[in-house]
Every structure is written in structure tokens, then in C-alpha cells.
């Protein structure tokens, strides 16, 4: 089945994801702005939280936290051990869990990208797979991490060049989203992603459509589209929206293409001639199932799920 061809784009930051059943999805890159917005208030985010933990562990173990800090030689009981590592922990869970574990979630963004209303995007159009969010992620260490280490060894005067070397380091790799139309930086060029605009959207705001969506039935020929608990279980959250959003558009060559993905995937052959009216009835149908799993704290993010 060939692609929908999506119409030129008119904005220098429109860009068309092509997902693996061959549906075009017009999105937007996210700007280089909101994108250092996101990671300032994820920063900020993380600090505040560790510092509202330590504040928590020094009140529970205070005595412990001063043997900690004064420690001759290594010596302290198991206790301040444990807890040392335990600090350790946090720390390390903090630079790494927070972000692989947001961006792996169904939303694919942290806080602070929901926040300003951006997300992260295989740019092959299929699902964001965790090697792809780890890659990204482990080269924000050489992308600002490292570099800032040594910027910040250098005010102490043992550092030899490693200021300037850190200075004209952090200096490259900030600068490499200006210098690609896709404002990627280094991670994700490795790991095959796009930052892009997600616009905040919610399953309760259901789209007023008419005829099938109502009654299931078509306005055009009268067939009536009704389908079965095997056949609405394919789908989840994320194909709702991206199917809402396909209604909304109405190009008639992105229905066609989703219809004939959605007629493939659940076994049936109901013609041409009547892709909205089947489309219109499939939503309906697809987002009334989904809202009532929810209300028995059943949620399906994707087909994946």
C-alpha cells in the first residue's frame, strides 16, 4: 500500500513522519527555544527534588549525615555507609532514571517537555524503542555533562587547559541544533529521534462528528459498521488521536490510507467509496471502548500496549 502524500509544508519546521502501516503524520519541530525551556525545568525539577529528599533523610537521619561529612580516613559505622550509598543512588537514579523512564512513557516526554508542550519522536514513525531514548540520553554526558565538570574544575587553578578545553567543547555541541534545519543535537542524531511539538490533547474532548460516528450507520450507502471487542483491542490511545486528528484534517488521501490500514489489520473488506462513514463509526466505537476501560483504571496507551 503506498504512502499518503501529504501536501507541501508551508512552515520551515513542518516536517511528515511516515509510521510502518504507511500513514503520513504531518508534525512540527519542536523550536530551539522550548527545547532549552524543557531542560532548564527539567534541571530544575531534579535539584529541587533531591534537595526535598535530603532535606527529608538529614531531619530522619541527621546524626548519620554528620558522620558522613566528618569521616577521617573512611571510617564510619554501617549505618552512614548505607546511607552514603544510598545518596549515591539517588543521585545516579536522578541523572538517568528521570529521563529514561518520562521519555519511555507513553507520552515520550518529561515533565518539563509536557510542560512547554513538546515530545520525543522516532523519526522512522514507528514507536520510540529504548535503545533510541538510552542513546540519546547517554550522549547528554558528553554533550553537557563532562564539559561543564571541567568548567567547573577550572576556577580552582589545577586545571591547566581543562577550562578552556571544556569552554570550547560545551561551546560545540550547544551550537550543533543551530546548525541543522531538524534543531537535533548530537543524541538525537545517534538515536533516530525529532523533538516535536505535542499539543496538549485530551481523550475527554471527543470530535463532533456526525452520521456513522453516531449511529454506526452510513449516511451514503446505509451499511452499518459495528465492531467486535477482538477487533477495537488492536488499537489504543495514540491511534485514537492520530485517527481523530486524520478526521479533523479530512484529506481524502490520508482516509484512504488509514482506512485500508485499519481494514487490513482487522480482517476486513467493506469496499471503497466509504472510507469516512467506516472511519467515522471505527472512532467512535474505538474511543467509547477505551473510555470505559478507563473507568475501571484500565488504560491502552498504543497497539502496543
Not at 503524520?25 to 526535598?52: E, M, N
Not at 555541541?173 to 545517534?190: C, E, L, S, T, W
Not at 454506526?216 to 491511534?239: D, Q, V
Not at 471502548?289 to 491502552?300: H, I, P, S
Request: hydrophobic share 50%.
Amino acid at each position: 500500500m503506498s504512502a499518503a502524500i501529504a501536501p507541501a509544508p508551508t512552515d520551515k519546521r513542518q516536517r511528515t513522519l511516515v509510521t510502518p502501516e504507511g500513514i503520513a503524520i504531518p508534525v512540527t519541530i519542536a523550536s530551539r527555544g522550548s527545547r532549552i525551556g524543557a531542560l532548564v525545568l527539567d534541571f530544575l525539577i531534579l535539584i529541587f527534588g533531591l534537595i526535598a529528599i535530603f532535606i527529608f533523610l538529614a531531619f530522619v537521619a541527621e546524626g548519620l549525615f554528620d558522620e558522613i561529612d566528618s569521616a577521617v580516613d573512611g571510617a564510619m559505622s554501617g549505618a552512614a555507609e548505607f546511607l552514603f550509598i544510598l545518596v549515591i543512588l539517588l543521585i545516579f537514579m536522578a541523572r538517568y532514571g528521570y529521563f529514561l523512564t518520562m521519555e519511555l512513557g507513553p507520552r515520550g516526554a518529561t515533565l518539563g517537555k509536557r510542560i512547554v508542550g513538546i515530545r520525543v519522536a522516532a523519526r522512522g514513525g514507528g514507536r520510540l524503542t529504548p535503545e533510541a531514548i538510552i542513546a540519546r540520553n547517554l550522549l547528554r554526558d558528553i554533550e553537557l555533562f563532562m564539559p561543564l565538570i571541567f568548567l567547573l574544575i577550572a576556577p580552582s587553578g589545577e586545571s591547566g587547559s581543562f577550562g578552556l578545553a571544556g569552554m570550547v567543547w560545551f561551546m560545540v555541541f550547544m551550537a550543533f541544533p543551530f546548525f541543522n534545519k531538524d534543531a537535533m543535537r548530537a543524541g538525537d542524531v545517534i538515536a533516530g529521534t525529532w523533538v516535536v511539538d505535542a499539543p496538549r490533547t485530551r481523550l475527554a474532548e471527543a470530535l463532533s462528528t456526525q452520521g456513522a460516528a453516531v449511529q454506526g450507520t452510513s449516511e451514503m450507502t446505509g451499511a452499518r459498521y459495528e465492531f467486535g471487542e477482538e477487533e477495537l483491542s488492536i488499537y489504543g490511545e495514540h491511534e485514537l488521536q492520530t485517527l481523530e486528528r486524520m478526521l479533523r484534517d479530512a484529506q481524502p488521501e490520508a482516509l484512504s490510507a488509514v482506512h485500508a490500514t485499519i481494514c487490513r489489520k482487522i480482517g476486513w473488506d467493506p469496499g471503497a467509496g466509504d472510507e469516512r462513514a467506516f472511519l467515522e463509526a471505527f472512532y467512535a466505537q474505538l474511543r467509547a471502548r477505551l473510555e470505559g476501560d478507563m473507568r475501571f483504571g484500565k488504560r491502552k496507551a498504543d497497539k502496543f500496549s
